[in-house]
């Protein structure tokens, strides 16, 4: 249980506002500490969907409209790049304090490369955005 802060009456823990006083219960931050593991948990996810918009973007490109499947394909190459672009972020936060460049991009491909050992999606992703690219290009030349 917590207690109001204004006129210290007793308060539920999921309490948004003292039913006493009427003022606003102030919520606990819960530290998110997160790994590189928890950025890409949802990779499969991204995978399927790019996968997916892909193939939907080649079979419009080919059957109805060049335009439409060049879009198709560019959304699917931005789905599947989530988890990388997560990762990314999360290594220049976790990573701000090194100066050294060069060691920078060492340590993110050793990180990159850890995480594709771990997880076939992560891996999976890269492919389909490679794909994805090479549909994008294709496309857009026959345009």
């Known amino acids: 249980m917590k207690y109001c802060a204004k006129c210290g009456k007793e308060l539920f823990d999921e309490a948004v506002m003292c039913p006493a006083c009427g003022c606003a219960v102030q919520q606990e931050k819960k530290a998110a500490k997160q790994t590189y593991e928890d950025a890409i948990h949802n990779a499969s996810t991204f995978v399927a969907i790019g996968a997916v918009l892909l193939v939907l973007g080649v079979v419009v490109g080919l ?3 060049v335009l439409f499947g060049a879009i198709l394909c560019l959304a699917a190459e931005l789905v599947v790049l989530v988890p990388n672009t997560k990762v990314q972020k999360m290594f220049k936060q976790n990573n701000s304090h090194i ?3 060069k060691q920078l991009k060492n340590d993110e491909k ?4 850890e995480l594709k050992k771990k997880s076939g999606a ?3 992703s890269f492919v389909i955005a490679a794909v994805a690219l090479v549909g994008v290009i294709v496309f857009a030349l026959m345009i």
């Open 63 to 65: 059957f109805v409209s």
């Open 99 to 101: 100066s050294d460049k």
């Open 110 to 113: 050793a990180v990159r490369k």
């Open 122 to 124: 992560y891996a999976a």
